[in-house]
C-alpha cells in the first residue's frame, strides 16, 4: 500500500468519498435474452460510482477532490489517470491498494433505461480510515450506506455543508437504519425508488415528507417524471419538472443531478433553481453513453442553451458563469 496523505493538497470547494468503478457501458438495441446473442451499437468505458459524483463536480468548475480506495491493476491505474490527469481532480486524499481488485461494472443501456452487472468487494480500507480529520472543503458528498462514516460529523463540525446520496442495495432488504446517518447530514439526495424503499412509503411525495423529518433539505429525483424538493426549515416545497431529451443511457444520471444541485448550492442560489440546474445537467447527460464521461461541460450547457434561450433561470446561470 501507498502511503495515506491525511490533508488535500488545497482547499476544495468539494471532497466526495465513496466507492469508485471502472463502467463499461454497452448500448442494446434490445435485452439480452438467454441463449442469445446481442450485437451492442456503442460502447464507452468511464470512471463510475462517486467518481460521477467528482467528475461533473470538476466539469462545472468547481475544485473537487475524491477520497477512495483503487485497485493497482490496470483498471484501477488507468481510472486514476483519467480523473487526476484528464478531469483535474485532486486525489490526494485517495489510496492505490495492491492486491485488491478496483471494481468494474457493466452497464446495459437499452429501452430508455439500463441494467447494470457489477464485480466488486468489500474495499479493504473504509473512508474513515481515508479521512481521519475533515477535509478542508466547503462541502462534502457521500454515498452513505451499511457502513460508518463517523468523518461526515468530523465534516460538519468543522463547517462544511454535507451532502449524502444512498445507492442501490444489491439484497433489496433496504435497513432503515443506513438513514440514522442522516443525523450528520444537511441535505440528502435519494432517487424514487431508493427513497420510497429505505421510507417504506409509497409514493416519492410520502418519501420526501418522511425523510424530512431526519434531515434539513432532500431531494428525491424520479427520471421523467422530474425531482421534488422540500426544506424542511422553512416548509418551501418544490416540483421540477424533468427536460425532455432523447435519453441514450441513464447510468450515472442520479449522482451528476446531486452534483449539479450541490454546485448550485455552492453558488448560493434558491431551491428551485438549484433543483431546476441539477435536472438540465441530469438531462444532458442521459444524451450520450456513459457516466462521468457524459457529465456535461459549461460548452455542452452553453450550446443547450442557446437552442433553449427562453428558459430563464439557465439563461441568467449561463451569464453569470460564462461573464456574458
Known amino acids: 500500500m501507498g502511503e495515506l496523505n491525511q490533508l488535500p493538497s488545497q482547499d476544495l470547494d468539494v471532497v466526495v468519498s465513496g466507492l469508485v468503478f471502472h463502467d463499461l457501458v454497452l448500448g442494446l438495441p434490445t435485452a439480452p435474452r438467454p441463449g442469445t446473442e446481442v450485437w451492442a451499437d456503442d460502447s464507452a468505458e468511464s470512471p463510475g460510482g462517486i467518481a460521477n459524483f467528482a467528475v461533473a463536480l470538476a466539469r462545472l468548475g468547481l475544485r473537487t477532490g475524491l477520497a477512495a480506495v483503487f485497485g493497482d491493476d490496470d483498471l484501477g491505474n488507468r481510472t486514476w489517470r483519467r480523473l487526476e490527469t484528464d478531469e483535474g481532480i485532486d486525489l490526494s486524499l485517495s489510496r492505490k491498494v495492491d492486491g485488491w481488485p478496483t471494481p468494474l461494472t457493466v452497464a446495459l443501456a437499452y429501452d430508455n433505461d439500463r441494467a447494470l452487472v ?12 481515508l479521512l481521519p480529520a475533515p477535509p478542508a472543503a466547503k462541502a462534502v458528498a457521500a454515498h452513505i450506506g451499511p457502513w460508518p462514516n463517523d ?12 451532502f449524502a446520496d444512498v445507492g442501490w442495495d444489491p439484497a433489496e432488504q433496504w435497513d432503515p437504519a443506513v438513514l440514522d446517518q442522516l443525523e450528520h447530514c444537511d441535505v440528502f439526495l435519494p432517487n424514487a425508488g431508493e427513497a420510497m424503499n429505505y421510507t417504506r412509503t409509497a409514493t416519492p411525495a410520502d418519501a420526501l415528507h418522511r425523510l424530512a423529518e431526519r434531515v434539513p ?34 447510468t450515472g444520471a442520479g449522482d451528476v443531478f446531486a452534483a449539479g444541485f450541490i454546485a448550485a448550492t455552492l453558488w448560493g442560489l434558491s431551491l428551485a433553481e438549484r433543483v431546476r440546474f441539477g435536472a438540465l445537467v441530469a438531462a444532458l447527460s442521459v444524451t450520450r453513453l456513459g457516466g462521468a464521461d457524459a457529465a456535461p461541460t459549461w460548452a455542452e450547457i452553453d450550446a443547450w442553451h442557446h437552442r433553449n434561450p427562453s428558459d430563464r433561470a439557465i439563461d441568467a446561470l449561463v451569464r453569470a458563469h460564462l461573464g456574458r
Do not use: F
Open 118 to 129: 457489477t464485480r466488486g468487494a468489500t474495499p479493504p480500507l473504509s473512508a474513515d480510515q
Open 217 to 250: 433539505v432532500v431531494v428525491v429525483s424520479d427520471g421523467a417524471n422530474g425531482a421534488l424538493a422540500i426544506d424542511a426549515r422553512s416548509g418551501e416545497e418544490v416540483a421540477v419538472p424533468a427536460y425532455v431529451v432523447p435519453a441514450v443511457d441513464t
Open 151 to 162: 468523518w461526515l460529523a468530523k465534516a460538519k463540525a468543522a463547517g462544511s455543508i454535507v
